[in-house]
Every structure is written in C-alpha cells, then in structure tokens.
C-alpha cells in the first residue's frame, strides 16, 4: 500500500525522488485512459491535489521545483502528461492470481510496477504451474487463473454449472532446446523429428548420424560419443504443453505414444525437474543434457545455458529471438483467433504455424499464455466480490494495453514479446464484455 501526501508534506521531497524515478527513469508505467483524458483530484488517502503537465522531461531540473505531488505518464519521447490512476481510481482490494511458471517474471514486473499505477490494489501470483491454475480458477480460489495452454474440453466440463471462463492472451514466448554440450558452444541444429526421436528414447548419443547431419561438417566432426541426458519438467506445465504439441506435430510416433498436454506425461525417457527453474537447474549442473526451456530464462540469465536452432516448415533453422517469436505469432493468428470459448480446446498457435511454408524467419515453438477469467463475476462461483472485480478488471486490462511494452515492465526486457495487434483487439472486447452479477465492470 502506497499513500502519497499533498506538497505541504514534510515528505514532500522525498516522494518527489520517488515519482522522479517511476517517471524518469522506470518509462513511466502509468497510463491514461483508453480515452485519452485525464483522471482529476481523488478525496481519499490518495488524494492527488492537481494534475500538471509536463511537456519535457528535461524541464526537471530539481526536486523543489514541483510543488506538488502528481503522478506522472509519458505519452510520447519527450512529453509527459499528468494521470493519477489507470482507467479510474479503484477502493482498496486484494486479488490472487495463480498458474503457470512461463509468465511468472514477467508477471512479478506486472504486479510491482501496478503498485504504483493502483496504490490500493495489492495482487499476488502463486506461480504453480498451468495445470493448477486452471484447476484454482475452477475451484474459485482465484481472481483470475492463468494457463499457458487453452482448457480441453474436459476441464471446460469441470467448471461450476452455467459458468463462463474466458481464454485471453496476455503474453507469450518462445521454448528452446537448450543443452549442456562441453566444448561446443554453438548454436546447434534440430528439427522437430530429431527432437522427438531425442526426447523418445531413439536417440541416444550425442553423435548419432541424425544429429550430425544436421551440423556444418566442422561441429559434426566435434560431436562426442556420449550418452544424451534428458531432462523435462515433473509438474504440469504449458511450457511442455507447447513443447510436446510441437514434438507430436513432427513424429507420428510420438504423436501416437505419448501426445500432448499441460499435464504430467508419461515421458518415454528422462529426468523430471520441478518448474522451468529447476529445468535449467538440471541441464546445468549436468553435462551432456538437454531439455525444453522457455527463451525468457535464457534472457533474464545470458550465457549460462547453450540452445539450438529449430528448423521451420519454410526449412530455416532459427534461433529463437523476440523478434522471430514475435514475427510466428503474428503469422499465427492470420487466420485469426477463436470466436467462442469452446474453439479455444483445440487452437494451438503452434499448430496455426507449424505449417507454415510462407514465413521464412518465425520461430515454430511458440506459444500465448492465457490470463482465464469468469466471463460473470460474482460470490457463488469465482469467490468475487464487487471492489475485486473491478480491481482484477482493471489489472488485466493495464497488463493488455500499456503492460507488454511500458519501460521496466515490458516484456521484452524479460524475454516476452509484446502481443500481436489482433490478440490486443479480442482481449479488450472480452474484457469489456465481463459482467459482475450482470452488470459491466468496465
């Protein structure tokens, strides 16, 4: 809970160094409305005495100079506009949210940074894992549930009677092949049926003729003849969701034997590690092992692990970046994205990419999350009160529209890249359209 004062304060000048580096150096995470205006004075312990306009930054020159303590947004390079809270000023509230481990750093920038844009509004995340999101949101433990793979038709089954829960992407990523290969730090080839056969049990040694035919000559010649150690995750994951969808898109064999899903497989061969942490835990403290992990652990710790490329459907072998995951996302919802709930069961926007033989440059092995929401708000079933709704409301809508690319919270300094414009476009009418005790929270 923050709680700022008027410029009479004898703390004035302390918070003003306080709003100086959420404005100046964090890239202002605040946001004005989708209309564009301006929030006025709000009478609570908040209040905000006035709203100034700042038109450059660099008229800023010292703390004493602002005589008061309005909170502050940039709206463009060099402009900045007064905007005390996002959307409108919300009561006091507490809201849990609970799901996967893809999006938790990004989702703890999210909640730090919102802490300033909604005083009164404490979030917290468990980060469990997708399937126990989902199965938290069904339970009404929740707010809101997150998944990074859409419900199946039997968890749509399992919801409470005459219930709603709405899929809406909030962000995505990209899962690689990443390795603890000594001697070798160049990026690797695979393609998709080399990753199965690996991941299968048919492929046992580093130097198998399968791998080695995918190198240039010289990495080939420099493959050990060493046994692979693989490694997978131990609890229901959406990161292995998409992992395994792509590997079941690629090997008939594996599509067939083992399949796909947020829960725990019966891996053919392996050692299970608990979340994507305790993934990249394994293969580095274990030489001559590989594993799927998210792109964003590889961003947020550089170096520390090696990763191979992926061959698309067009035939280039990428290594994953933003911009390629974000280029096979966009190409992914060309066709666009569900309109009804129940589509969502079987939508896969790996699927939607992986035959893709038009996009030389996408990344195949990448994926939404998915914030999950009642599409109907209220005590019986979602464990909502009224202040909750619109506080949860509030808080999607700002991770939608201004939290994929605003300064220190964005993304892509994490490893997410910023949602396609069409994702954007479908989040806000479903969130627009969620009522509580049917009535419109927004």
């Given at each position: 809970m923050h709680s700022y004062k008027t410029a009479?304060?004898?703390t004035t000048i302390g918070l003003v160094v306080v709003l100086v580096v959420v404005v100046v150096g964090a890239g202002a995470y605040i946001a004005l409305n989708p209309g564009g205006t301006t929030v006025t004075t709000v009478t609570s312990n908040n209040t905000v005495t006035s709203n100034n306009t700042v038109t450059s930054i660099n008229t800023v020159t010292s703390v004493n100079t602002l005589?008061?303590?309005?909170?502050?947004?940039v709206t463009s390079t060099n402009t900045v506009t007064t905007s005390a809270c996002y959307l409108a000023c919300v009561g006091a509230a507490s809201i849990t949210g609970g799901g996967g481990t893809l999006v938790y750093p990004l989702m703890q920038a999210w909640i730090n940074t919102y802490s300033y844009v909604q005083p009164n509004v404490q979030i917290s995340y468990a980060a469990l894992g997708s399937g126990k999101g989902i199965a938290g949101i069904t339970a009404g433990l929740y707010n809101y549930g997150e998944s990074d793979a859409p419900l199946t038709a039997t968890q749509y089954a399992a919801l409470p009677s005459g219930s709603t829960l709405l899929t809406i992407p909030i962000s995505d990523s990209g899962i690689i092949p990443a390795y603890n290969l000594p001697g070798i730090t160049a990026h690797l080839?695979?393609?998709g049926n080399v990753l199965a056969e690996i991941f299968y049990g048919s492929i046992t040694m580093w130097n198998d003729a399968r791998i080695a035919s995918l190198q240039s000559a010289r990495i080939a010649a420099t493959l050990p003849a060493h046994a692979i150690q693989v490694y997978h995750r131990s609890d229901g994951s959406g990161t292995m969701y998409g992992f395994t969808q792509y590997l079941s898109d690629s090997?008939?064999?594996w599509k067939a034997k083992v399949g796909y899903s947020t829960g725990v497989l019966n891996w053919p061969v392996g050692v299970g590690c608990l979340h994507n942490a305790g993934v990249a835990a394994c293969i580095a403290g274990n030489s001559y092992s590989i594993g799927p992990l998210e792109?964003?652990?590889?961003?947020s710790n550089?170096?520390?692990i090696n990763f191979g490329a992926v061959q698309n459907?067009?035939?280039t072998y990428i290594t994953a970046n933003l911009t390629n995951i974000s280029e096979a996302l966009a190409a992914g919802v060309k066709a666009g994205l569900p309109t009804t709930q129940a589509q969502w069961s079987s939508y896969s926007v790996i699927q939607a990419t992986f035959n893709d033989t038009t996009d030389k440059y996408i990344y195949p092995v990448s994926t939404f999350t998915y914030a999950l929401v009642y599409n109907n708000l209220s005590a019986s079933y979602a464990n909502t009160g009224q202040a909750q709704a619109v506080a949860t409301l509030n808080f999607l809508s700002w991770v939608v529209n201004v939290g994929q690319t605003g300064g220190l919270s964005s993304g892509a300094l994490l490893g997410y890249p910023p949602l396609p414009s069409a994702a954007v476009t479908l989040d806000n009418q479903l969130l627009?359209?969620?009522?509580?005790?049917g009535t419109p929270v927004l």
């Open positions: 009479t304060s004898g005589t008061t303590t309005s909170i502050n947004t080839n695979f393609t090997n008939s064999t792109i964003a652990y590889e961003i550089p170096g520390q459907h067009y035939g627009t359209s969620i009522t509580f005790n």
